[in-house]
């Protein structure tokens, strides 16, 4: 029964074309990250969920006045009123690409474009350029630049695109709200320059403090290191001593200022650097979360990178050709306010997930429906099934529904739920979903109770 169930879903698969016309004749997967699809040495894509999808293409000179014009129409339309994103993300997008045309960053290194796009991408894209706000697909972008030999990448200038900015503001929505989209977007990057090098071990970058937060926030312990050795003594002494916050122009003394004046004066200086700069949390975090970045013998100029448990890595300086674009200015850090992160490029990767295509050759999609301690893929594709009201699928959906709703993973047993809902819709499957719902109810699962009061309604 299982072998007919895995035949019948292939022929499924190639019956659907959900995928169909989507790549080329021979797309390529890749072994470390397969769901990640190589349409050719210079474009890779993948798929989040319907309406998510991720591509990164390569910058060469076909393509780095376009994508220089379309980020300066972007910045243009941020400075005319039409949405409030910083414009942090974009300079520095403009700035790396400038810096690369340039030689400022020299030819040597990769320089790609990493973005998130609501139809899927088949090939470089082509932006409109005509006008303004013309390109309502992309939704996200950020730069990725790493050298064939380095064993850091790096990823600046991310943003979120005017044009679905002005989609989510608008009453009711016209685009999707993807939860963390940024993450996804960075998790896909690190994908790719994984494949492409899987000896590459950090992504090293300056964010902006949203973008810094979010990634501690969502990447597991021990994958995020803050800073470097001078960053953390600084951090160290302004806890001791908050008044080594305050730089020369503070501590000037006034015109006809008195002691007591000035004592104030220094103390609230002080205090607003101290809340300012976030001391105590970052002096905290430290103490848990060392650097792992050694500006050697003092020299801010000179890197010893650790590897987590702090073993050498790799050491050079700004005459290193590898990693001669570190020191160049889109990718230096701003002191404690906005230091250099460096995240483990692994855990990067797997930090967000993508779903398999449909459009795999044949071998390919046996393999993942034989892979089902994790069968996401097929209950998508059974439900695609449903909904399309293919009723030869029904009797073997109600089967897999019955098995992943006693799956342990509480993610499978909520497509579970979802899959009996489809099939209570057309008409089947009622009794095994009720028993199915009645179950769920007991969960402490709080997502997976509330698939099951939302199956219950859609049962007669």
């Known amino acids: 029964m299982k072998s007919n169930i895995f035949i019948s879903l292939i022929m499924l698969s190639l019956n659907l074309g959900i995928f169909a016309g989507y790549f080329p004749e021979n797309p390529t997967t890749t072994e470390l990250f397969p769901d990640v699809i190589k349409i050719s040495d210079d474009l890779y894509v993948g798929k989040v969920r319907e309406n998510f999808y991720l591509a990164m293409e390569r910058i060469d000179a076909s393509n780095i006045d376009m994508w220089k014009n379309y980020a300066q129409k972007q910045e243009t339309a941020v400075r005319r009123g039409y949405s409030n994103l910083s414009l942090d993300g974009i300079g520095h997008f403009i700035l790396v690409l400038d810096q690369f045309r340039e030689g400022i960053i020299k030819p040597s290194n990769e320089l790609w474009v990493a973005y998130a796009s609501n139809k899927p991408v088949t090939k470089k894209t082509d932006l409109n350029l005509d006008a303004p706000l013309k390109n309502p697909s992309i939704e996200m972008f950020v730069t990725v630049i ?11 200038g991310i943003s979120r695109t005017v044009e679905n900015f002005i989609a989510l503001e608008k009453e009711p929505p016209t685009a999707i709200k993807h939860p963390y989209q940024s993450v996804d977007l960075h998790s896909f990057a690190a994908k790719v320059m994984k494949i492409r090098d899987p000896r590459k071990k950090y992504m090293l970058t300056a964010p902006a403090i949203a973008m810094r937060n979010i990634l501690i926030k969502r990447m597991p312990p021990n994958s995020v290191f803050v800073g470097d050795d001078l960053y953390q003594k600084r951090i160290e002494a302004a806890e001791n001593d908050p008044m080594t916050l305050l730089g020369e122009r503070e501590l000037r003394v006034k015109a006809n200022e008195t002691p007591t004046e000035r004592e104030e004066r220094l103390q609230s200086v002080t205090q607003k650097d101290y809340k300012r700069n976030d001391i105590k949390e970052k002096f905290s975090w430290l103490k848990t979360n060392p650097p792992r970045i050694i500006r ?94 293919l009723e030869e699928y029904y009797f073997e959906a109600i089967l897999i529904a019955q098995q992943a709703v006693k799956n342990q993973d509480p993610d499978v047993r909520i497509k579970g739920l979802d899959l009996f809902g489809k099939l209570v819709e057309k008409g089947c499957g009622h009794q095994e979903a009720s028993d199915a719902a009645l179950q769920a109810m007991n969960s402490t699962n709080n997502d997976e109770k509330a698939a099951a009061k939302l199956l219950m309604k859609k049962l007669p």
């Open 146 to 156: 790493s050298s064939p030999e380095a064993l850091l990448t790096s990823h600046m």
């Open 296 to 389: 050697t013998n003092g020299k801010e100029k000179t890197f010893l990178i650790q590897n987590p448990d702090r073993t050498p890595l790799v050491t050079f300086d700004q005459s290193s050709p590898i990693y001669q674009f570190i020191f160049t200015e889109p990718y230096r850090d701003k002191g404690i306010l906005l230091p250099y992160i460096l995240i483990d490029l692994d855990m990067l990767a797997k930090a967000g997930g993508l779903v398999p295509l449909t459009s795999y050759p044949l071998e390919k999609i046996l393999h993942l429906l034989e892979n089902v301690e994790t069968p996401l893929n097929t209950l998508d594709l059974l439900g695609n099934a449903i909904k399309m009201g």
